[in-house]
């Protein structure tokens, strides 16, 4: 049962987001680099997704449908470092870096924000 996912592009961005995953332990968390794989783990959470933290460029995550599929999972979707205008548009969260551990495991306990719409 997978909690949450982290998506990102490369290592390179995997590596960068090192206190992410350190905020992610003791949750059920799976962390992928490639699209498809993410929709899979998506489609496989079957009600259980909470969270979601992609990275940019968001144009590739609404083209590869994962923006989509997570919508559908009810999750909360917390794009990092989008800005706040783009994030209203879609409808999602962002946290914006350089961010701690801490800062995430807050945003992890706190309530859902509203979307809009």
Do not use: H
């Not at 987001?17 to 968390?29: I, K, V």
């Amino acid at each position: 049962m997978v909690q949450a996912l982290l998506y990102t592009r490369n290592v390179l961005e995997a590596e960068d987001l090192s206190d992410m995953l350190r905020a992610l332990r003791g949750w059920e968390a799976a962390t992928c680099r490639d699209v498809a794989v993410a929709l899979e783990v998506v489609a496989r959470a079957e009600g259980s997704l909470k969270m979601a933290f992609v990275t940019p460029p968001v144009a590739i995550l609404e083209d590869s449908g994962l923006l989509v599929a997570l919508r559908g999972t009810g999750a909360r979707i917390v794009v990092i470092d989008l800005d706040a205008a783009a994030a209203a548009t879609l409808g999602v969260e962002t946290l914006a870096r350089p961010f701690t551990a801490a800062q995430v495991r807050r945003l992890l306990g706190r309530a859902p924000r509203v979307r809009p719409g």
